[in-house]
């Protein structure tokens, strides 16, 4: 009598490895050369076998055409592309589509319509992209004709354990080599059927799931409370930084301020990154580092930067601990105004590059730490963005700067402010190097699990039995 995987699943679920403990690797079986095979698929556990996903007779299909004019605010789950994700075969549900079907006169439903259990792969445009369908996807929900969809019988194939292994990183390239060339690259469903698989037994398809899973979760976990910490500091921005709620302790009316009166720029460098080196002594921050920083400030006495010339960089002036740096262009009005603190100076110095305005702000009307948050103070920000000027980028000067002018709290209450929201920043940079971790260690767990070079004991006991 055949077991399911549901059934296989919740009796090696005790025995899978915690997420917790991940760090500390996956229980592991004799994995010499002499316990492995060839295969078309390259070395594989002796007991695995390689099949093409047709010989266990699934249900392959795809979606059709024709869904458009259902389209609708509400109804049946409509799935696409954009519902697959490469970060993992858990559907990405953020901006699903609807359709409202007819009670009859449709003959589509039946056939594309989705289950538990399903794998869907994406056929057209970004090709094989592959994801799972669980209790998280809203049923109905039915799919467009650019996603493949195969149904394993769950008493053969695990097919949480195929889209796992479809989505890593040999099969990936397998899946890339029979894709159909010609006017455009796609896939049909007989080439779908011809993909292969390295199968252990379904106790152990099972158990490799769950462990995979585990780690999922873990991830999309901590995704979801760096999600939520970031909402919180947005929320605490908006009223810190307006004056709308105040810190304990200060109560004193904020003061207009026009900044022009109180700061002085720094000449800049010119400098492409292809005449940089990392050789020299002098550090260049370069405008593309600052729109790609996540935080306000800058360590740049920790940092690997790139260095200038020393003769190149003798003609310009050391920036300092306090001094706020601007991009002077950008693409769109998320990127304006976009600046960076300087916390920590390197021992070699440090400069300010191509594309950059370097101001020095008078230290008795901005505290240190406080001025990398002008950027996101609505008075500040909105100035800029009304003076931005250019066709392909929108332009910020010197002069716009000056002009800001808006209420400004004492550099007492500045400098609590940027405490608060310096906090927040340091918790959600620690959470995201937990999340960058764990995502490192499921990577490795996927390619150590789906070759069989780790086995999980519980599956590999029962074979001895």
Not at 344 to 355: D, N, Q, R, T, W
Not at 407 to 424: C, F, G, H, R, Y
Request: proline share 4%.
């Amino acid at each position: 009598m055949h077991k399911s995987c549901e059934t296989i699943e919740s009796e090696v679920s005790s025995d899978v490895i915690p997420v917790g403990q991940m760090e500390g690797g996956l229980p592991t079986v004799n994995d010499s050369s002499s316990e492995f095979k060839k295969s078309e698929l390259g070395m594989i556990p002796k007991d695995w076998n390689v099949i093409q996903i047709g010989s266990s007779n699934p249900f392959v299909t795809s979606g059709s055409r024709g869904w458009a004019r259902f389209y609708s605010e509400s109804g049946s789950t409509f799935l696409r592309i954009t519902n697959l994700s490469r970060r993992s075969i858990q559907m990405n549900l953020e901006d699903l589509k609807y359709v409202a079907l007819p009670s009859e006169g449709f003959a589509e439903t039946e056939r594309t319509g989705v289950q538990n259990g399903d794998l869907l792969i994406s056929i057209t445009a970004d090709i094989g992209i592959v994801g799972y369908v669980d209790d998280s996807v809203p049923k109905p929900a039915f799919l467009n004709q650019h996603i493949a969809l195969v149904r394993f019988n769950p008493a053969k194939v695990s097919g949480k354990f195929a889209a796992y292994y479809l989505a890593s990183e040999q099969p990936q390239r397998h899946f890339l080599a029979s894709m159909d060339i010609g006017a455009k690259a796609g896939m049909n469903l007989t080439t779908i059927k011809k993909l292969q698989l390295a199968l252990p037994r379904l106790d152990e398809q099972c158990a490799i799931a769950t462990a995979l899973t585990d780690a999922d979760g873990l991830i999309e976990a901590l995704d979801r409370l760096i999600a939520k910490k970031r909402a919180i500091k947005k929320a605490a921005m908006q009223q810190l930084l307006t004056g709308k709620t105040r810190l304990p302790g200060f109560d004193l009316k904020w003061k207009k301020t026009r900044l022009g009166n109180h700061v002085i720029f720094l000449k800049t460098g010119t400098n492409s990154r292809a005449e940089l080196t990392q050789g020299d002594t002098v550090s260049y921050l370069h405008y593309g580092d600052i729109h790609g920083a996540s935080l306000v400030q800058l360590d740049a006495s920790s940092l690997a930067m790139p260095r200038l010339p020393d003769a190149k960089a003798s003609s310009l002036p050391r920036l300092q601990t306090g001094d706020l740096v601007f991009v002077d262009a950008s693409e769109d009005l998320d990127g304006v105004g976009k600046s960076i603190e300087i916390s920590a100076i390197p021992s070699g110095g440090l400069v300010a590059g191509l594309h950059t305005i370097a101001a020095r702000f008078d230290k008795a009307i901005l505290a240190d730490g406080f001025k990398g948050f002008l950027q996101f103070c609505p008075a500040f920000l909105n100035t800029l963005r009304r003076l931005a000027a250019g066709t392909k980028v929108l332009a910020t000067n010197r002069r716009h700067i000056e002009e800001v002018e808006m209420l400004l709290p004492s550099t007492e209450e500045q400098s609590s402010i940027a405490k608060v929201l310096s906090d927040m920043d340091v918790e959600i940079e620690a959470l995201k190097r937990r999340r960058d971790k764990a995502q490192q260690i499921k990577r490795g767990m996927v390619q150590q699990l789906m070759t069989g070079r780790i086995r999980l004991m519980k599956a590999v006991e029962s074979q001895n039995i």
